[in-house]
């Protein structure tokens, strides 16, 4: 199955090489990438074009015209993947708070399913280690307010 992951990206040159390393690691062979750059400064964009060519073509990149927004940034790219004939569409962030080694799982699951979901709020989910606790408590009261307000 022809799967595209859309990675919104602003100033994750760090980050981003490391992922796309990772995620090519796994057992997908059909697995393509698809970098939405909002025109980072540190040089993002220009890493992406470069993973392009490393990798003929499987890494994929947008860019953007400027810090756009990560939501627009999802809806282009899922937008960009249908073109590029995709049957599955995944998004996941840069800074690996989206574990890399939860995909082949989610993917055997969508040959029965229509749609896959990942959440930090189940059974076995997870908030990251690595965000301070205004972070964890943002995320938190978000979640019980979402809850509260749509039953």
Known sequence: MKTVIVIPTYNEAENLPRLVSALFALPEPELGLLVVDDNSPDGTGKIADQLSLETNGRVQVMHRAGKLGLGSAYIQGFQRAI????????????????PV???????RTLNDCDAVLGSRYVAGGKLDERWPFWRKWLSGFGNFYARTILG
Request: charged share 25%; aromatic share 4%.
């Open 101 to 107: 080694e939860k995909i082949p799982e989610m993917m």
């Open 83 to 98: 073109q590029l004939g995709a049957e599955a569409i995944g998004q996941m962030d840069a800074d690996f708070s989206h």
